[in-house]
């Protein structure tokens, strides 16, 4: 059988580190590619078209779900979001190992059609902390960080079904832990 890339999939709730671990993996692993998401949320100060998602509109992302071109997608606190599908198909047939950083939704619907990918959740210490850091961060307005506290407990009941979870308390350990469970994964 014709090899394809590793696929890894990265969950966690808002505010509990995901895109630090995530760019601190890449520096790690340069090799390593990352999905650029699709989504109908408006860029945040300092945030660029095609380095941290596909700013689309509502119209043109329907269309986009409507026309099959993700291979999964969400609503997420509010807002939509999408893998592209010949974008995730292009890294895994050209054997580069993928990273996606996508909600429990989306990683539901990855691990259907990808049972083999590598599923890993990033938990807070506590839901203290969690809403220490969203309200630190600063780039949610308040209702925002209120819905996004919400979901939160739904989204850490999924953590149970992840092949690895990791609790980001110190970031170098959490780091550390993420780090051996990708050297760990491409070793199956
Ligand atoms: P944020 O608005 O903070 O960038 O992302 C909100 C949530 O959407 C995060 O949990 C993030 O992982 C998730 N997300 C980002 N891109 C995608 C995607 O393509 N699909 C899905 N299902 N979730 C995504």
């Known amino acids: 059988m014709e090899s394809t890339g590793q696929l890894f999939v990265l969950s966690g709730p808002s505010g509990v580190g995901k895109s630090s671990l995530r760019e601190g993996v890449r520096k790690r692993f340069p090799e390593l590619a990352y999905s650029i998401s699709y989504t109908t949320r408006p860029p945040r100060q300092g945030e660029s078209e095609g380095r941290d998602y596909h700013f689309v509109s509502l119209e043109t992302f329907l269309a986009m779900k409507e026309a099959g071109d ?7 606190h509010g807002n ?5 599908r010949a974008q995730l198909e292009q890294y895994l047939n050209d054997r580069r190992d993928l990273l996606l950083e996508i909600d429990v939704q989306g990683a539901r619907q990855v691990k259907v059609h990808f049972p083999r990918a590598c599923f890993i959740f990033v938990l807070p210490p506590d839901p203290e902390t969690l ?7 600063g780039t949610e307005r308040e209702n925002d960080v209120e819905q996004r506290l919400k979901d939160s407990s739904r989204e850490l009941l999924e953590a149970s079904w992840y092949d690895y979870s990791i609790v980001n308390d110190v ?15 491409r070793c199956r």
């Open 171 to 185: 970031f170098e350990e959490a780091l550390e832990e993420l780090v051996a469970i990708i050297l760990s994964a």
């Open 131 to 137: 809403k220490k850091r969203l309200l630190e961060r």
């Open 70 to 76: 993700f291979v999964e997608w969400a609503q997420v």
């Open 80 to 84: 939509y979001y999408g893998t592209s």
